[in-house]
């Protein structure tokens, strides 16, 4: 198996760092008008966090199209300091279940350690997962939501799994591996609970349709995702072809979250480029959700 990846394309090197490959054009690679941007699309929350959170689902565009979605919903958000990142494999590139094993993944505001250990383990309780650098080389899903993580939660760790994988049994393996690292997490957490570890889910909704067809297909899958319902989140979006990019990694970390006892989510934002640009004939969907911590 590749993990390493090519150093000629400047993504990565033998010491597993995983560069920047959209700063500049998704999102600011001057870290002081990042840094600007970012505060301006979390400061526009609804209201503080209440809870922890177990699972945020925040879409990953160019922020000028989804980074208000994106900001609220993370606003909003009560995350520890280690998360298991997911986002969808746009590319085909690599494993179906690809995680990126170690090091540190680069961004204009610094490095982001990778937890190797968890990791690791992640991939000794999921027989499909597989230590995987090539899957993330070209894939921009977690990279456009990781600076949002950083700005919001200093000293973050994370697990970056790529999921391409289209066999629901390997997606509920993969959300039953990462509740029962999390379950275990939080048996041992100390009174500040620094020890929980909890989701992110990089996924953005329709793509291309008129604004009201992308709103009402957007709105079925939401229900489910709402309804903290896996395997209907899975069958809606391929029944209805719903093009909802991250549905892969959404149901793996909806059937974790089902497993650990929660029992509902709530849509924090939904929005559509059509918002912003106004053209409404062919649009993409943005929505934020949180599940809480039962």
């Known amino acids: 198996m590749n993990t390493t990846g090519s150093t000629a394309s400047g993504q990565q090197d033998a010491q597993h760092i995983r560069r920047p490959v959209v700063a500049g054009r998704f999102y600011p690679d001057s870290p002081a008008e990042l840094q600007s941007m970012l505060r301006a699309y979390l400061d526009e929350a609804a209201a503080p966090p209440q809870k922890p959170t177990l699972l945020a689902m925040v879409p990953h565009a160019g922020y000028v199209f989804s980074g208000a979605v994106a900001g609220c919903t993370l606003a909003q958000a009560m995350l520890p300091q280690t998360l298991f990142v997911l986002g969808p494999n746009h590319t085909g590139r690599g494993s179906g279940i690809a995680v990126w094993p170690e090091g540190v993944w680069r961004t204009p505001l610094g490095d982001v350690p990778v ?24 894939e921009h899903s977690l990279e456009v939501v990781l600076p949002f993580l950083q700005f919001r939660v200093p000293r973050v760790r994370i697990v970056p799994v790529s999921i391409g994988d289209p066999s629901l049994a390997v997606l509920t393996a993969a959300g039953a591996a990462m509740a029962q690292i999390i ?55 391929r029944e209805k072809r719903i093009s909802m990019c991250g549905v892969l990694p959404m149901t793996a970390a909806l059937e974790a979250c089902r497993l650990l006892g929660a029992t509902g989510a709530r849509l924090t934002r939904y929005a559509t480029s059509g918002d912003i640009t106004g053209k409404t004939d062919s649009v993409v969907g943005y929505a934020g959700a949180l599940v809480d911590v039962p």
């Open 115 to 138: 937890d190797n250990a968890l990791a690791a383990e992640f991939c000794a309780l999921c027989a499909p997962a597989r230590p995987d650098t090539l899957a993330h080389s070209a």
């Open 183 to 237: 379950r275990r997490a939080a048996q041992t957490a100390d009174p500040g609970r620094q020890n929980r570890i909890a989701m992110v889910v990089s996924s953005d909704m329709t793509h291309f349709l008129p604004q009201d067809e992308a709103r009402r297909l957007d709105a079925m899958a939401l229900e489910q995702v709402t309804a903290l319902n896996p395997q209907g989140l899975y069958t809606t979006v």
